[in-house]
Structures are given as structure tokens and as C-alpha cells.
């Protein structure tokens, strides 16, 4: 599997378990940490492991393991490291007070909106 296939995976599968504004920074340019990071915020604490815990098993059944997953104890911030790309995974008040995004605004952001599923209102 492509990075490329790997990084729409992860977008398709925070988007199919209703993963709020998804994310997609190209940070290659700037660390070694990754090439891409994601990020999703949940609902709540469950929602957010539900996040991270699906794209860990749909990767897996490609194949892929995470070399390290790491979250906090209330599961506000879950990491999937796959060297290439890092999932990070927040309640939302979490996000919003590390404010990551910002932190690496040095960075390319993608446009996703052909991954994402559209909501009816």
C-alpha cells in the first residue's frame, strides 16, 4: 500500500465513523516525525477511541501496524504512529486547547474534500 492509499484510508475511515473536521497537514518539509499528520477530533472520549480503534483495525487488515500507539488516560488525545503518517486522535475541548493545527502551520495543508462524505441538513 501507497502512503497516498494509506492516508486516504485513514481520511475515509475517521470520516465513515463520523470523525469531526478531519485534518491533513503535509509536515515532510519541516521534521522528521512524519511525512503527514492527521487529525480528528471525537465527541467524547468513547468516540475518539472508536476513531482511533477503527483505523487501527482497518489498517491492520492491510497489513499495516502501528510502530507505536500512545493516548492519555481518559483517551482526550490518542496517537497512531505509522513512521509516515501519525494519527492524532482529541476530544474535542482537548483539540482546541493544544491547538496542534496551529502549532504546524508551517505545513501543507490538503485538501480532503473529495475523501470526505458530504452530511444532508
Not at 478531519?22 to 477530533?41: E, H, M, P, R, S
Not at 482497518?58 to 497489513?63: A, D, E, R
Not at 481518559?74 to 493545527?101: A, C, M, P, S
Request: hydrophobic share 35%; proline share 1%; net charge negative.
Amino acid at each position: 500500500m501507497t502512503e497516498k492509499e494509506k492516508l486516504e484510508l485513514i481520511i475515509k475511515t475517521l470520516d465513515s465513523k463520523r470523525g469531526e473536521d478531519i485534518q491533513a497537514i503535509k509536515i515532510a518539509d519541516l521534521t522528521i516525525l512524519a511525512d503527514y499528520f492527521v487529525i480528528v477530533n471525537g465527541t467524547s472520549n468513547t468516540h475518539a477511541r472508536t476513531l482511533a480503534d477503527e483505523v487501527d483495525f482497518q489498517l491492520s487488515q492491510n497489513g499495516i501496524e502501528p510502530e507505536r500507539r500512545e493516548s492519555d488516560t481518559g483517551n482526550t488525545w490518542i496517537i497512531l504512529d505509522y513512521g509516515d503518517i501519525i494519527v492524532h486522535v482529541f476530544y474535542k475541548e482537548t483539540r482546541q486547547f493544544y491547538k496542534l493545527e496551529g502549532l504546524w502551520a508551517d505545513g501543507e495543508q490538503l485538501d480532503i474534500s473529495s475523501l470526505i462524505t458530504k452530511e444532508e441538513t
